[in-house]
């Protein structure tokens, strides 16, 4: 079972930058999608972007494109997500998950790391 550990949250400035990262305990298979999410407080949990672990092909929630990049290092077994141009409204706890194909569920989730942006 894939166990999923994020990093590299913390508060910033709106307009500031932050890297995430989110780290498999095993090696991931090249047929996975690997995704971030989001929940901010009395909202429910949102998809943010995905990356399939083959091919590298991604999709971005519409409020974060030109923002947020998702990437991957293979090797690693790593999937970041880089957040540029923060706003007060990316405030929220950030999880990682982790579907075994494009046309299954995610089915892994990581515990969640705090994003704070201050205005």
């Known amino acids: 079972q894939v166990q999923l550990v994020e990093s590299g949250g913390g508060l910033v400035q709106a307009g500031g930058s932050l890297r995430l990262s989110c780290a498999a305990s095993?090696?991931?298979?090249?047929?996975?999608?690997m995704g971030w999410f989001r929940q901010a407080p009395g909202k429910e949990r949102e998809f943010v972007a995905e990356?399939?672990?083959?091919?590298?092909?991604?999709r971005y929630l519409d409020s974060v494109k030109g923002r947020f990049t998702i990437s991957r290092d293979n090797a690693k077994n790593t999937v970041f997500l880089q957040m540029n141009s923060l706003k007060s409204e990316d405030t929220a706890v950030y999880y990682c998950?982790?579907?075994?194909?494009?046309?299954?569920?995610?089915?892994?989730w990581g515990q969640g790391t705090q994003v704070t942006v201050s205005s």
């Open positions: 998950a982790a579907r075994p194909t494009f046309y299954s569920g995610y089915g892994y």
């Open positions: 095993e090696r991931i298979a090249n047929n996975y999608v």
């Open positions: 990356i399939t672990w083959s091919t590298g092909n991604k």
